[in-house]
């Protein structure tokens, strides 16, 4: 097994995962908070939600999570309470028949080829309630030489894409409200670029 099969399979335990995101998941997620007035949101639905990495935030809300790995949804299951399903979300029958006033989707398409992705973004609209909106942070590929450009060709995603090229399918998918592309990392270095998108059905 290489080194980067033996990250890849480490990072599915759900400690090691909570703890490697630990120092970056909220600068992560602070554009979406900024911009998402948690007062107002009744339900939430987290497609790829992980070991419940933002249940937190949204404790006051009716929180669904859906993620395919078991152990992760066991973890978030004992730490958090809200509904959490085990289920591959690119599969059409596994995202629950509800509407939402928010559905977050936290760095999962850089996993998905487009394909995956045209298809999950094709169906999002249906999960909105009528004032709902959708909320996308995702790993961009820099297109230049950087620490960020490295640490995306490592991540166990494989398909981190180019800023005009996530545009392109968020734009194929929904109409577009906000978009924005930040850098994650340590104080002046930035170890990754993040875009954040906010889109509401067309």
């Not at 958090?80 to 029958?93: E, H, Q, S």
């Not at 109409?175 to 993040?194: R, S, Y």
């Amino acid at each position: 097994m290489t080194l980067r099969r033996l990250a890849d399979h480490a990072f599915e335990h759900p400690l090691v995962y909570r703890t490697l995101q630990a120092p970056f998941h909220e600068r992560k997620l602070a554009p979406c908070l900024r911009r998402l007035d948690l007062r107002a949101v009744t339900r939430v639905l987290d497609v790829g939600c992980g070991p419940g990495t933002n249940a937190w935030h949204f404790r006051e809300a009716q929180y669904t999570g859906v993620d395919i790995n078991p152990d992760y949804i066991a973890s978030a299951q004992r730490r958090f309470k809200g509904r959490f399903l085990v289920g591959d979300v690119t599969d059409p029958a596994v995202l629950p028949a509800e509407q939402f006033d928010c559905v977050l989707l936290n760095s999962l398409m850089h996993h998905l080829d487009d394909d995956a992705v045209n298809g999950l973004l094709g169906r999002l609209g249906r999960f909105l309630a009528p004032t709902g909106s959708i909320h996308i942070l995702d790993l961009i590929l820099p297109s230049h030489a950087s620490a960020a450009r490295l640490f995306a060709r490592l991540d166990r995603g494989r398909f981190a894409r180019p800023v005009a090229q996530w545009r392109v399918l968020f734009e194929r998918a929904m109409h577009i409200e906000h978009f924005e592309q930040f850098p994650l990392g340590i104080p002046g270095i930035p170890l990754w670029q993040m875009v954040y998108c906010i889109g509401r059905s067309r």
